[in-house]
């Protein structure tokens, strides 16, 4: 790769990069042309060069924080059995700290209900990325096969903590986020249960 080629995707990924924190912290709607350029350090001028349009730019960006964000949240959890596993994911992403850090956190809550009024490619890279994490997920908890559990698992965390993040009562969010951990551990204790009887 010539030294051209090599900046010009060192500036996308820095395009991308700057598109992903913005998006995480202030949605789609926040994350305009002009700041995320701002964020990376370069020009107006410079967009068009690596991206059609801003749906482009976030449906990659958004892509990439799903990579990123699902490594850190499934770190770990092969090395457990499937329950105390499941009981991570949960801590982890319904937790004060995810709760309280949305910057950091997933992009699937951060996209909320902007997406399904967005752009198609807005709309793929949501679902690409959801069965990505979903495998990712479930080969985590050492069944790749079981993209369903693992999708069921994802699906209640963000809207658990899209449902905490909404309210206005920080006491009401934890209760929030408390009865969705205890009812994916309680309906996981039963199967179990139901399983060796």
Known sequence: MTKRAEQK??????????AAKRFLAEGMEGATISKVLGDAGLTHGTFYAHFQSKETMLAEAFLTAAAETSERWIAGVPDLTTNQGVGLLLARALGT????????????VAAGSEVWRS?????????????AVAAKVAGSLGNQDDIEHA?????I????????????????ALKVLRACRRFVLKRL???VEAESA
Request: aromatic residues 4%; glycine residues 6%; proline residues 3%.
């Open 9 to 18: 995707v060192e500036t996308r990924n820095r395009i991308v990069d700057a």
């Open 97 to 108: 700290a995810h709760l309280k850090h949305p910057e950091t956190g997933c992009p699937f």
């Open 119 to 131: 752009h198609s490619d807005i709309r793929k890279a949501y679902e690409d990325g959801m069965l």
């Open 151 to 155: 999708i069921a698992i994802h699906a």
């Open 157 to 172: 965390c963000i809207g658990g903590l899209t449902m905490a993040r909404s309210v206005a009562s920080e006491d009401v």
């Open 189 to 191: 204790q039963r199967s």
